[in-house]
């Protein structure tokens, strides 16, 4: 744990990454702002593309649809390669 100041903000190491979870007020609503610092560049697609799946997990549980969690291989049969794929045509732009 690196940080913590309840209800606002969360701030861990996990492994050599760094993760820093935000929650700022938006109106009616919350805006949560999630960055992750990666141990290097090539592995920002992989990481982005699950972080891209298990906030689709987050989306259909708070729409009442609860998919459950995908973890490991399982994560291919849902566009896992192919997301890593277009994260890394995206991040590698200059």
């Known amino acids: 744990m690196l940080r913590a100041d309840r209800p ?36 920002a697609p992989m ?13 259909q549980l708070l729409d009442g649809d609860p998919v459950g969690p995908i973890r490991g291989a399982e994560a291919k049969d849902f566009g896992w390669a192919e997301l890593r794929d277009a994260y890394a045509e995206r991040l590698n732009r200059d």
């Open 47 to 59: 990481t982005a593309a699950g972080w891209h799946l298990c906030l689709d997990v987050a989306v």
């Open 8 to 43: 606002h903000l969360l701030e861990y190491a996990w492994g050599d990454d760094r993760l820093r979870w935000e929650l700022t007020a938006n109106g009616d609503g919350t805006t949560l702002t999630l960055r992750h610092r990666v141990g290097g560049p090539d592995l």
